[in-house]
């Protein structure tokens, strides 16, 4: 059962747009989604995190919005540059837990 | 200040032979994790310490996998009988405590069973 599901798999966006990745999750229980980037040969660094009590959290470029109804959360990127060009790994948990993660979305950005 | 370190980055051993890594995580951190990523793919849960309590072992794929850490600081990941499906990069995180969700990760070493 794959708790975590991420969706799309690989995104091409042109520099200057947005780009959307999207991930649903089954347990109700879990509180608190982060996403992670990841460049080739080095360990998933955090991005930006949400926990459910807010709709919508903004850091710079990146804005996590977060739909609980839906058991629904995405990660945007706007002004989208060919540095982003990386994976991108959402997770989540459950207090006191560790994260499960989706399987990624390898980004890149064409200048 | 120093982030969490790994050790070796790259093993390469043959089928049937052990291999340990070593993580070393952010001082102060009293939660570890160990993941598995297998190429191209997420990463994978293996065992997670906090403090002195019982590890939660629950993501050793089999019992050959087996994790050690001492007190509040370095963890060894020990895989007895190494075979190919082992090939991977295996990552080490840290955090403040287990109740913080954020984890900050190590390098990861990579693992290449011939």
């Known amino acids: 059962q794959q708790q975590v599901k991420q969706s799309p798999q690989s995104l091409i966006v042109q520099k200057g747009g947005i780009s959307i990745i999207n991930c649903a999750y089954e347990?109700?229980?879990?509180?608190?989604f982060p996403w992670y980037q990841q460049f080739p040969g080095k360990g998933p660094a955090l991005l930006i995190a949400i926990r459910p009590d807010v709709s919508e959290k903004k850091e710079g470029r990146f804005t996590i919005s977060f739909n609980k109804s839906a058991k629904q959360f995405s990660l945007h990127i706007m002004d989208s540059q060919p540095g982003d060009s990386a994976t991108y790994f959402c997770a989540a948990r459950k207090a006191g837990t560790a994260l499960i993660f989706g399987k990624g979305t390898t980004l890149s950005v064409s200048s | 200040g120093a982030g969490v370190s790994q050790s070796p980055s790259n093993k390469v051993t043959e089928k049937g032979k052990d291999v340990e890594l070593r993580c070393d995580p952010i001082?102060?951190?009293?939660?570890l994790y160990w993941y598995r990523q297998r190429l191209g793919q997420g990463l994978e849960f293996l065992i997670y310490f906090q403090g002195n309590s019982a590890p939660d072992k629950s993501g050793l794929p089999s019992d050959r996998f087996s994790a050690e850490r001492t007190g509040e600081s370095v963890s060894t990941l020990t895989i007895q009988r190494t075979q190919q499906e082992d090939s991977a990069v295996y990552l080490c995180a840290s955090s403040l405590n287990r109740n913080r969700g954020e984890q900050y990760f190590g390098p990861g070493t990579r693992l290449t069973v011939t």
């Open positions: 001082s102060g951190h009293t939660a």
């Open positions: 347990n109700t229980a879990f509180d608190y």
